[in-house]
């Protein structure tokens, strides 16, 4: 059976293009996967300036907020990359064989890079840890969204690369999975929604600030006046229908927008409702945990000890074919 693996790192609340886009799939994998891997990678969330207070917080609300969208720790091992030490080794490891230039060709490392006056080394390295999370269980199916594609491109040449080096079919190459949403919009309907754009709607955010949110959102720019007929296939709003609103609502909104019998406010209202549905039950959840934090622990404790057994066996056979096992005299 294919072995998942996906990581998302703790720099800043689960968003719902995070969720939609992958931690949503995350979940359902578990019912055909036990024995998925996941991981809160928070070493990758280094690699700007950041508040260790903050991050200490995040880290905390990132593992609370998975258990409460459904990962099972049961089912599935979730833990803190920094608890397990071999990602740092592998991605050494895997620097040694990872041409550079294909690492400046990185698009989020130029779009990032490009704001920066000085550039941290490890912005640049952030893919290979990133192969070396994946390779690390020898994973060949990583639910992520569409913006991560480029990163697992370099995954598989790094598998093709250390395999064809020394010889041997030892790692796979791992493939994407993507979700229906593969890259949901922020709500200014520019940029893909993420934690750095400040364009996110918050998993655990309630009713009425989702609302807030919701209510000045971009829509079809074309669609000026509530007469005028608009084009669900270019509004960000109806995508998110398509992934919150039941198929029936789905064609009634877009029904109602094409004929102009709706606004958009009253577009926006069904999708609350929607939203509301499918987001109540992970916020109480959420309140559950917060009222027993010692659910999270436990399960990042027994996540981290799985994924350890894993990642200790997989260095062990790289160092072996390597030559970086215990020392022994040369013989011959
Ligand atoms: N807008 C999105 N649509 C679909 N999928 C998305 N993902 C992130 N944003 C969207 C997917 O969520 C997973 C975890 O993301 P991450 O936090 O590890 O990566 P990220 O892309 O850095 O998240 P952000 O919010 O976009 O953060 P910043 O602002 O730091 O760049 C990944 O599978 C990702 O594809």
């Given at each position: 059976m294919a072995r998942i693996f996906s990581g998302i790192q703790p720099s800043g609340e689960l968003h719902i293009g995070n969720y939609l886009g992958a931690v949503k799939n995350w979940v359902q994998l578990q019912a055909t996967h036990p024995g998925a891997i996941y991981c809160v990678v928070d070493y990758h969330a280094i690699t700007g300036a950041y508040d260790p207070a903050v991050l200490r917080a995040r880290r905390w609300g990132m593992a609370k907020s998975l258990l409460a969208a459904g990962i099972d720790p049961v089912l599935s091992a979730l833990f803190?990359?920094?608890?397990?030490p071999e990602h740092t080794e592998l991605s050494w490891i895997f620097t040694t064989i990872t041409p550079l230039g294909d690492l400046e060709r990185q698009t989020q490392f130029k779009d990032k890079s490009s704001k920066m006056e000085s550039i941290p080394a490890g912005l640049l390295m952030y893919p290979v840890l990133q192969s070396a999370d994946i390779l690390?269980?020898?994973?060949?199916r990583v639910p992520v969204g569409e913006d991560q594609i480029q990163h697992l491109e370099l995954a598989r040449d790094t598998a093709r690369k250390w395999n064809a080096k020394f010889g041997v079919e030892y790692f796979p190459e791992p493939k994407p999975l993507l979700t229906p949403a593969r890259r949901i919009m922020g709500l200014d309907g520019n940029?893909?929604?993420s934690k750095s754009l400040g364009n996110t709607i918050g998993l655990l955010e309630s009713d009425e600030e989702i609302w807030q949110k919701l209510r000045p959102a971009v829509t079809?720019?074309?669609?000026?006046?509530?007469?005028d007929p608009g084009r669900p296939d270019v509004c960000n709003i109806y995508q998110l229908h398509k992934a919150f609103s039941v198929e029936s609502t789905q064609e009634h909104v877009a029904e109602q927008c094409r004929t102009a019998g709706w606004g958009c406010m009253d577009c926006k209202k069904v999708l609350l409702e929607g939203m509301v549905q499918e987001l109540t039950p992970i916020r109480r959840r959420s309140e559950a945990l917060d009222a027993e934090p010692a659910r999270v622990l436990d399960a990042l404790a027994d996540g981290a000890r799985a994924a350890r057994g894993i990642a200790q066996e997989t260095l062990g056979e790289v160092r072996e074919v390597m030559g970086l096992n215990a020392v022994a005299v040369p013989t011959g």
């Open positions: 803190m990359q920094s608890d397990v690390l269980y020898r994973a060949d940029a893909k929604m079809d720019p074309q669609r000026v006046r509530k007469s």
